[in-house]
């Protein structure tokens, strides 16, 4: 069974411009959970979706914000980019229900630089 | 608010000698708790989860953890270390009333093994 797979892995932008970065869940997954990961801060709680719902909020600003799509996908979208915005985004699957739900899998993330 | 703390941002052990991380979580009610190691560049790897009584849980390549409840720990153990076992550990909690996805990660420990 395929992985969580994270594209890109890599992006460079820069300051005020816009950035979307996609995950695909493992199969048969239907939750979708974001985390930015910097030196700094460490690993935080973005957002999570369940069946296309926001289903849980971290503590980030409007310009982070996320969506799914009704074969799991989930992409996440960062606006008006900022320098501390750079960081290693990484997403995990999980079944999102029962007993399982709570456990996830993660990708190998999408390194964004913001110069 | 659920948190984790894991005592010792670096660890660094003689390559077979006993591995210990130490997590302790704050939480109102037993959480669900995981330990996740990460390799440069990678994403997270699932390393052991603790869902359930069982209060030793048996993880990949030789790691275990044992959940305390009277001391609010989950320590991470190997007996042996290995030079492939130099990497970053996380603890991370997740509540079992939540009904999804948000994992709340410790700081991480940085593990070096020493031939």
């Known amino acids: 069974k395929a992985g969580v797979t994270q594209t890109p892995r890599y992006l460079i932008k820069t300051r005020g411009q816009q950035v979307t970065l996609s995950c695909s869940p493992i199969s048969g997954h239907r939750s979708v959970s974001w985390y930015q990961q910097t030196p700094g801060q460490g690993l935080q709680f973005l957002f999570e979706?369940?069946?296309?719902?926001?289903?849980n909020k971290g503590n980030f600003p409007g310009r982070f914000s996320g969506r799914q799509f009704s074969n799991s996908r989930s992409e996440m979208n960062v606006s008006t980019l900022e320098l501390g915005d750079s960081a290693l985004y990484l997403c995990a699957s999980s079944l999102g229900e029962g007993k399982a739900k709570n456990i996830q899998y993660f990708g190998a993330g999408t390194r964004l630089s913001v110069l | 608010a659920q948190s984790v703390t894991q005592l010792g941002s670096h660890v660094s052990v003689s390559e077979g000698a006993l591995v210990l991380l130490r997590c302790n979580y704050s939480s109102s009610v037993p959480p669900y708790l995981f330990w996740y190691v990460q390799y440069p560049n990678q994403g997270l790897q699932l390393l052991l989860k603790?869902?359930?009584?069982?209060?030793l849980v048996k993880g990949i390549n030789g790691f275990e953890a044992e959940f305390k409840k009277s001391e609010t720990s989950f320590h991470l153990t190997k007996p042996s270390a290995h030079m492939s076992d130099a990497a970053e550990y996380f603890c991370a909690v997740s509540d079992r009333g939540n009904q999804g996805g948000k994992l709340i990660f410790g700081q991480g420990t940085e593990l070096s093994v020493k031939p």
């Open positions: 979706y369940f069946s296309e719902t926001q289903r």
């Open positions: 603790y869902t359930s009584a069982a209060t």
